[in-house]
Nanobody, 125 residues
C-alpha cells in the first residue's frame, strides 16, 4: 500500500497550489481520505478530509473557504486545491487513508492507517 503526495512548491502569499495524492496497493473506494500538515516545531494538524462513501467533506477552520478537497474519478486519487495561500499555510502536507474513520472522527490522525511521505509547501510573504 502506497500513498504518493505531490504538488508542493514555493509560492507567494495569495497564490494557489494543487496537491495530489495517488493511492495504490488496494481499492481505496471505501477509505476516507485526509490531508494533514506539519510545520516546523508544531504538531501535525488536520487540514481537510473526505468521507469514504458519499464524499462528505470537512475542513479545518483555518482553511475553510480557501481549500477544497476532492476525489478523482477512480477514487484512488485525492486532491487538495489551495487558494489564497498564506504564510501560515507553509508546512509539509501529508495525505492519509482510513478504512474506519467516519465523518465524525475524520480529523483525528490516529484513525488513519496509511500515510504518504509528505510534500513541502512554502509560502513567502
Amino acid at each position: 500500500v502506497q500513498l504518493q503526495a505531490s504538488g508542493g512548491g514555493l509560492v507567494q502569499a495569495g497564490d494557489s497550489l494543487r496537491l495530489s495524492c495517488a493511492a495504490s496497493g488496494r481499492n481505496f473506494n471505501n477509505y476516507a481520505m485526509g490531508w494533514f500538515r506539519q510545520a516546523p516545531g508544531k504538531e501535525r494538524e488536520f487540514v481537510a478530509g473526505i468521507s469514504r462513501s458519499v464524499s462528505i467533506t470537512r475542513y479545518a477552520e483555518s482553511v475553510k473557504g480557501r481549500f477544497t478537497i476532492s476525489r478523482g474519478a477512480s477514487r484512488n486519487t485525492v486532491s487538495l486545491q489551495m487558494d489564497n495561500l498564506k504564510p501560515g499555510d507553509a508546512a509539509v502536507y501529508y495525505c492519509a487513508a482510513s478504512y474506519s474513520a467516519t465523518v465524525q472522527v475524520i480529523s483525528t490522525p490516529d484513525r488513519y492507517e496509511y500515510w504518504g511521505q509528505g510534500t513541502l509547501v512554502t509560502v513567502s510573504s
